[in-house]
């Protein structure tokens, strides 16, 4: 089977063009405008229920808009048929299940099946050389071939998130979302998830996650916060985060302080 698209993929942002997105009967996301660039790491901020996971899922495809649209290289997603978004679009979950009797390396080789794994198990097509060495380094760039023998029930917890990560790698996609991917990792494992994206980032990757944490949002390149499905504010740390903006979001008095180059924001209540 041909991997490539149907019609030549180029590069260019990811985009939500005016997008309204209902959860169920609720009107989750409204009216959004946001723009995401490839090489480029973007935070998606907010308080619980200001439509985070809404936002990522329509990115991907996974949630069809009321009105809008989601363009992707600029052509419409809705124009991209689903091999072609698995390619372009690699997505992290919050809680990623692996299966855990499975070994590393074999559940970082499902990344490349970019939507072509008949039933979800049988391969599309014949695995080739470039598949073997998308694997080699997708393993070698999150440090996890040195446990590619081991099996996923093996792992901590931060292990097992740089195998997921891993595994998306694996695809070459263009962009990867991802939604709250130091949740439940302890601040060092946290940390070494955000190096290895500055890192994909580095190479020409566009990353979008959804993040909790303000003072890890503040390594991001852009900022958008979300509030109650609308953008309350969008564009580099220091113009987002904000004490106004802050309080106005999550109605919390907070100081932002300037230590180097990192913002960080401490909380007044």
Request: hydrophobic share 45%; charged share 25%.
């Amino acid at each position: 089977m041909d991997l490539q698209p149907d019609t030549p993929v180029r590069s260019g942002p990811l985009e939500a063009a005016n997008l309204h997105v209902h959860a169920g009967s609720f009107p989750a996301i409204r009216g959004v405008q946001a723009r995401f660039e490839a090489g480029s790491f973007s935070a998606v901020i907010g308080p619980n229920g200001a439509g985070k996971s809404t936002l990522l899922r329509a990115l991907l495809g996974l949630n069809r808009p009321e009105a809008g649209e989601v363009r992707l290289f600029g052509r419409p997603l809705a124009h991209w048929s689903r091999p072609e978004r698995s390619r372009a679009l690699a997505y992290l979950a919050q809680s990623e299940e692996l299966p855990g009797d499975t070994r590393v390396r074999d559940v970082v080789a499902l990344g490349r099946g970019a939507g072509d794994w008949r039933f979800g198990l049988l391969p599309g097509r014949p695995w080739t050389a470039a598949d073997e060495a998308a694997v080699d380094s997708a393993l070698a760039r999150t440090d996890t071939r040195r446990f590619e023998a081991r099996r996923v029930s093996e792992l901590s917890g931060g292990e097992r998130q740089r195998v997921a990560l891993a595994r998306a790698l694996a695809g070459e996609p263009r962009f990867l979302l991802l939604d709250e991917p130091t949740n439940h990792l302890d601040l060092a494992y946290a940390l070494e998830v955000m190096r290895y994206l500055r890192c994909e980032v580095a190479g020409g990757l566009g990353v979008v996650a959804v993040l909790h944490d303000l003072n890890l949002a503040s390594r991001a390149d852009t900022l958008l916060l979300l509030h109650q499905g609308k953008v309350l504010a969008a564009g580099a740390p220091h113009e987002v985060l904000t004490p106004q903006n802050l309080l106005a979001a999550y109605g919390v008095r907070v100081r932002v302080v300037r230590d180097a180059d990192r913002l960080l924001v401490i909380p007044e209540d």
